[in-house]
């Protein structure tokens, strides 16, 4: 199964930027799509984004779509997620994972069933 390892968060004013890193190995992503998650105290785990391997298309949740784009560097083995205009709503510990590629290509970003091999993921925090 694919190992990923996130990274890239930090403390930033609102209206700042980040860009999240997911370094994956053991595996291509080229047979993997990724999808990035988040989770804030006291909140349930939510879908952010995932890019489809089929044609590579592009799924935002719609509470970041316009501000956050996700992208993949195959020579790498990275996905990225460049967040833009961040919010405090933004604040949460950001995870990347494995998500089914049928639903990536249905628009949706799903966690593939079973996956447990969550990272330590990487901490955002939008304050002013």
């Known amino acids: 199964q694919v190992q990923l390892v996130e990274s890239g968060g930090g403390m930033v004013q609102p209206g700042g930027s980040l860009r999240l890193s997911c370094a994956a190995s053991?595996?291509?992503?080229?047979?993997?799509?990724i999808g990035w998650f988040r989770q804030a105290p006291e909140k349930g785990r939510e879908a952010v984004s995932c890019?489809?391997?089929?044609?590579?298309?592009?799924i935002y949740a719609a509470f970041v779509k316009g501000r956050f784009i996700i992208s993949k560097d195959s020579a790498m083995n990275t996905v990225y997620l460049q967040m833009n205009n961040l919010i405090p709503d933004d604040s949460a510990r950001y995870y990347c994972?494995?998500?089914?590629?049928?639903?990536?290509?249905?628009?949706?970003?799903?966690?593939?069933?079973?996956?447990?091999?969550w990272g330590q993921g990487t901490q955002v925090d939008v304050s002013s």
């Open positions: 994972a494995p998500v089914t590629a049928a639903a990536a290509a249905q628009g949706r970003c799903e966690l593939y069933p079973g996956y447990d091999r």
């Open positions: 053991g595996e291509t992503l080229d047979y993997w799509p």
């Open positions: 890019i489809s391997i089929n044609d590579g298309s592009e």
